[in-house]
């Protein structure tokens, strides 16, 4: 299982970007793809989830639901992050990772998956 995160950089507050998780070695359809992020001091926090299956995705929390949007490309085994409305709490350190479609079920973005990606760096700064 191989999942490798990029797209991050500097952008300032209000702009936008789009994050990319593209995985090999296994059957994406299997699994969901989770995106996490860690700024510096903290812990990881799940960010959003979706289901390769089905289409069916998640959100963390209201920090982000609404400006953030997750999908997934299966043609292409890719999930993107499309990030709008940066601001600079949202910087940090941005990875996806991979696991079965119970670990995003509504019950939470929780940084438990199975199976990472290195991280990519978000930072919103003017």
């Known amino acids: 299982v191989q999942l490798q995160a990029s797209g991050g950089g500097l952008v300032q507050p209000g702009g936008r970007l789009r994050l990319s998780c593209t995985a090999s070695?296994?059957?994406?359809?299997?699994?969901?793809i989770g995106w996490f992020r860690q700024a510096p001091g903290k812990e990881r926090e799940g960010v959003s989830c979706?289901?390769?299956?089905?289409?069916?995705?998640?959100y963390a929390d209201d920090s982000v639901k609404g400006r953030f949007i997750i999908s997934r490309d299966k043609a292409k085994a890719t999930v993107y992050l499309q990030m709008n409305s940066l601001k600079p709490e949202d910087t940090a350190v941005y990875y996806c990772?991979?696991?079965?479609?119970?670990?995003?079920?509504?019950?939470?973005?929780?940084?438990?998956?199975?199976?990472w990606g290195q991280g990519t760096l978000v930072t919103v700064s003017s």
């Open positions: 990772a991979a696991d079965l479609p119970e670990y995003c079920s509504g019950h939470g973005v929780i940084p438990e998956y199975d199976y």
């Open positions: 979706i289901n390769i299956s089905d289409g069916s995705a998640y």
């Open positions: 070695g296994f059957i994406l359809d299997d699994f969901a």
